[in-house]
């Protein structure tokens, strides 16, 4: 694989950071891989990991001379740090970052970018309950989709090198305005989310020992880290709300269906459902 | 293990038929089993599997002399299976199901029992979206919970040899009414279950490629078979129909948090849900 790019600065060496620079180190697609955690300790494993060539506890520091950052922490941390570093950043530089919501994203750091410097937002849809650095692996991404969120005013250039970078890795790359990527991860992961806990919250104290591999299954997600969920949420709200009443609406519809005793309607629902859902 | 029935009829090899017959032979719980199917591939392969001794197309021919009759069909089968058999069951007989709901099954077979027959209501937690003798294993109920459900007029001692059964196959056994079996389990697994596809039903035609792992573990059981789910859900309605509400409240107790921005209520909501799930 040809280099893509000379000097890269990760910031935030977690499962996606480290799994980021580790997958970037296996293929060779950087010449140096800097990388930025709040603990001495994380920086530590990834270097020993060998996902990053160098580590700092200094965002600005790390970023000098970087032709690409990568904002890889949580989504309010990627708002702050991607500002905070601005006055650092190299002409030509390009900023991108993997946060789970993008308009909010987009919005806050697509215009603070200096002249010459270009964001272009993206989300790599990996991962899981594991968090850190020491559940990275270089082949995280492979096979993932990974969606690009471009903008009327993002440098073609600068995307056109996130996307390289993704496919790189082992990536399928969609393109998406920022809007749309909020609007379909709101069905496909941020309403899961909110049904899970709901779930669980429906329990009640005799429940506990009866929840068999289905509800665990169904409510695994609702482990999930809180504070990275609040921001998820409340970063997505308008898209949240309407996924909200479209779930409300559906389930009444199974309701309705409930309450009639209506085994056609039922069955209809259920059907199209498990068609639905088996040819995911 | 002591010979706890000396004949055994299970009608429908299926998983669970076919599951409990391996786990009885392996055991050595039974003198002779007899699996009932309406296809003779079916029995073929019981026979085959060695998870029964003998097969028969015919219930009332196959329950005759039978200590133990298990009836391990579909919830409506059962029902109506189960009057159909009545005037060929040996006096002292114990006759017990697997069905997934309990109020409407008890209520139908308990009184339908002539003189010195008894019925106890059972139903093991185990299964998977997999049907069918072909996957059926001497351990699927090793570890799992069967809920037993004795009314007030159940003969104590057959709930005991029925108890004892389940125990002997590794299951741990829980005594519960028929109404507080379905109550909980439209909590842990029928709402679930509704849930489910109401949340494939949410997504939209964009949506398919960007379900991750999160959104499929959330909806595996939307695969489930369409039948038994109607059969499941209208035989306990009004429990199903007391989770919806309770769930709904729960919905909206976030979809408040979420339209206020409100982030200490949001985290609480998130926090007492993983507290929980992580508890599970």
New interface residues.
Partial sequence: MPLLFDRVTIVGVGLIGGSLGLAMREKGLAGRIVGVGHRQASIDLALKMGAIDEGSLDPSAAVMGADLVVLATGIGLIMEVGRRIVPALKRDAVVTDVGSTKTDVVRALEPAMPAGVHFVGAHP??G?EKRGVDAATAGLFRG??T?VTPTKRTDPDAARKVAELWSAVGAHV?TLSPE?HDA??A???H??????????????P???????????????????D??I??DI??TN?EA??S??W???D??A???RA??S?D?VK??E??????Q?????
């Avoid at 639905?276 to 995911?280: A, Q």
């Fill in positions: 849809i990996a899981s993932a989709t969606v969609v749309e379909i991860l069905r496909t992961s309403l899961p989310h909110v049904a899970a806990a709901a779930l669980v919250a429906t329990l009640r005799p429940d506990a020992g009866f929840a068999g591999t289905g509800f665990r299954d169904a409510t695994r997600i609702a482990s999930g809180v504070n969920w609040c949420i409340l709200r949240i709300l996924a909200l479209a779930f409300s559906e389930l519809a199974f309701r409930v309450e005793n085994r039922l069955a629902l259920l059907s199209a459902a498990k639905r859902r088996d040819s995911l």
